[in-house]
């Protein structure tokens, strides 16, 4: 394979590159040498990917041999890079890695900064996969995905909810009643795990053939991985980053196919909650305050302290009145007469949950319950219990409302959600699962006689989730994708610096094409294809015969 210097560092091409793929490669190792995000625009077909994985896997090669070399000079045989070679060899790995940033390398010794690389799907990530394994660049690797992806075990794999999935899953990890998890400790190191980069179907297969939980394996792989593909919604997502321990700080952050992002970034720390959904957190705690009850009255009968979860009665009754008194806070809410909603501003969400008793200091412990509650739930032995749906969605909402992620203050964070959130009310139709929605809001009478309403807290800023990111101590941002343009709309809205910037023309330039309009075949059949036309056989012989010749 072609060896290139670019910006003082080696690397390693499967061919000869053109010009925009050398640019290309060129900012990036910029932005990585200078701690600096970039975004970077490149027509479809110039191979975004694999400069990409060459270019920051090169870099990273260099800067760890850097900081390998800083470390044994610092130790007492040092003279060998004093003169000579080993000057030489030590002033260009710095190069290659500092790129002359003239910044200390105090406290920075053995700094291996990992490539989180994310695009928008696990097909799209599988398409990277194989294109390193088509590079020489060995790194050890980790893909993340969901349970739904890699869970082998058949009774939680055959869940058809995915949040039943995830308790019901925790549940048999805790309990240590999957085997395929308590395999993992064991299987960990082999060879075929460590020495091998897998996509999410060579992760499965192995985990089938080492009897090993492929969910769990990721997890532990992701501990030592070099380079880490993962969905960008597990980045953008605090929540999802949370769950999958997914480290920023020092790490360089790679969103491949990045025109989805704007999208994304707000989607992930936006909610729609609906009357139903309220509802449906009334009915699942009041069935389980009722069965608590029963057995707490049992036990009070029999002089027992029997228990089956760690959570009382008494914690129900509040989270019950937590909901009801929701519901009344939102009922309240004047709507408009001509039946669009209320908008108000984000700040309004903190207002509106206050009214329940859920601030910045008490949501923990609501958190906290309902966690409780949706495990139980998800595993009692008795399968009465299977909607969690409700109360799992309201746990996501505190989690997004409440987040904190960055550190700011209370106030600091209400004053964000004012200026980037909008809190929308309105009224709901009741034409779809009326039948449904009736029957579970007889658990409050008051209810039966008003329209449900849905409680909406919107993101208009892709830069809210851009910032958080950035907050994190990453050392790098880099977007890039084949449609950015325009460039300045694009980075303004993501509220972060983007000092480096490219958009690369095609790999196929002006000479090379021919743009001409071909009206009839060889045959002189004219080449009409109008939906009348498009199945006639002397047409489709025509266009056949015309591709074949020209």
């Not at 003239?102 to 990530?125: C, F, N, W």
């Not at 394996?217 to 991985?225: F, I, N, P, S, V």
Request: hydrophobic letters at 35%; a negative charge.
């Amino acid at each position: 394979m072609p060896l290139l210097k670019i910006r003082g560092v080696d690397l390693e091409f499967p061919f000869n590159p053109y010009k925009c793929q050398e640019d290309y490669m060129s900012r990036v190792i910029q932005c990585l040498q200078e701690k600096k995000n970039g975004i970077l625009e490149s027509p479809t077909g110039t191979g975004k990917t694999l400069c990409l994985l060459c270019s920051t896997l090169g870099w990273r090669q260099a800067y760890v041999a850097d900081q390998q070399l800083q470390s044994i000079r610092k130790s007492d045989n040092n003279d060998m890079f004093t003169d000579g070679y080993g000057k030489e060899l030590s002033e260009q790995l710095y190069g290659a890695a500092a790129g002359g940033w003239g910044e200390s390398q105090e406290g920075m010794l053995m700094d291996k900064p990992r490539v989180i690389y994310a695009s928008r799907t696990h097909s799209q990530l599988s398409q990277a996969v194989q294109q390193l394994k088509d590079t020489t660049y060995r790194p050890k690797v980790s893909i993340i995905g969901s349970r739904e992806q890699l869970c082998i075990h058949p009774e939680v794999s055959s869940q058809q909810n995915n949040n039943t999935m995830v308790h019901m899953c925790r549940a048999k990890v805790g309990a240590r009643t999957c085997h395929f998890y308590n395999k993992v400790d064991e299987k960990r190191n082999e060879k075929d795990f460590t020495e091998s980069i897998l996509d999410i179907e060579d992760l499965v297969k192995l985990g089938q053939k080492h009897k090993a939980c492929p969910y769990y394996m990721a997890r532990e792989l992701k501990t030592t991985a070099d380079i880490i593909f993962m969905p960008y919604n597990y980045l953008l997502d605090p929540k999802s980053r949370k769950t999958h321990g997914v480290e920023l700080r020092g790490n360089i952050l790679v969103f491949d196919e990045a025109h989805n992002v704007e999208k994304m970034c707000e989607e992930s720390v936006s909610f729609d909650f609906t009357s139903y959904d309220l509802a449906s957190c009334v009915n699942e705690t009041s069935k389980l305050l009722e069965k608590n009850v029963e057995a707490e009255n049992v036990n009070q009968q029999f002089n027992t302290e029997s228990s089956v979860c760690d959570f009382d009665s008494a914690e129900l009754y509040q989270l019950k009145a937590l909901f009801l008194i929701l519901e009344e806070a939102i009922d309240e809410i004047p709507m408009s007469t001509d039946g669009s909603g209320v908008t108000k501003s984000g700040s309004f969400i903190y207002e509106l949950l206050s009214r329940a008793q859920l601030t910045f200091d008490t949501y923990t412990q609501a958190l906290d319950l309902l966690e409780k509650i949706i495990s139980f739930l998800t595993n009692s032995p008795t399968g009465a219990f299977t909607k969690t749906t409700g109360l799992q969605k309201f746990s996501d909402i505190l989690k997004i409302v409440f987040s904190n992620d960055s550190g700011q203050s209370s106030n600091q964070l209400m004053a964000m959600m004012s200026k980037y959130y909008k809190v929308h009310i309105h009224e709901e139709n009741f034409n779809k699962k009326k039948t449904e929605r009736n029957d579970l809001w007889t658990s409050n009478a008051k209810s039966e006689k008003k329209h449900g309403k849905t409680l909406s807290c919107w993101c208009f800023s892709p830069g809210f989730s851009m910032r958080d990111l950035a907050a994190q101590e990453v050392r790098s941002i880099i977007l890039t994708s084949g449609t950015l343009s325009p460039l300045e709309s694009f980075t303004s809205g993501m509220q972060i610096n983007f000092p480096i910037k490219l958009e690369n023309p095609h790999v196929i330039e002006q000479h090379q094409m021919l743009v001409s309009i071909v009206t009839k075949g060889p045959n002189g059949v004219a080449l009409n294809s109008s939906y009348e036309r498009r199945s006639c056989v002397n047409y489709i012989q025509s266009l056949g015969n015309a591709i074949g010749k020209y």
